[in-house]
Nanobody, 122 residues
Framework: QVQLVESGGGLVQAGDSLRLSCAAS????????MGWFRQAPGKEREFVAA????????YYADSVKGRFTISRDNAKNTVYLQMNSLKPEDTAVYYC???????????????WGQGTQVTVSS
């Protein structure tokens, strides 16, 4: 089993930056595909970014491309989401996900964290 704990969320103003962290425990995630998702109030959970096991391949939703960067430190068993130029529409609970099979289509990841709230004020 893999446990994922997100951190780094908070209340910021539009244009600010935040870095989310997702710390894994229980097993090494060095060979896992990892993803970040978010869910705003009243909306479906949506894909934000994903990264393969080595970090050589990354994918982003169009809405965050150029502003968010996903990265990983396998030695620390941790994945990050650097969020720059934040907008009010980025307000959501952000979830980290992991899967031993690699990056998954949609939200078909085996393991999920509890989420961290990000609120961007205008």
């Amino acid at each position: 089993q893999v446990q994922l704990v997100e951190s780094g969320g908070g209340l910021v103003q539009a244009g600010d930056s935040l870095r989310l962290s997702c710390a894994a425990s229980g097993r090494t995630i060095s060979t896992y595909g990892m993803g970040w998702f978010r869910q705003a109030p009243g909306k479906e959970r949506e894909f934000v970014a994903a990264i393969n096991w080595s970090g050589s391949s990354t994918y982003y939703a169009d809405s965050v491309k150029g502003r968010f960067t996903i990265s990983r430190d396998n030695a620390k068993n941790t994945v990050y989401l650097q969020m720059n130029s934040l907008k009010p529409e980025d307000t959501a609970v952000y979830y980290c996900a992991a899967d031993p099979r690699g990056i998954r289509l949609g939200s078909r990841y085996d393991y999920w964290g509890q989420g961290t709230q990000v609120t961007v004020s205008s």
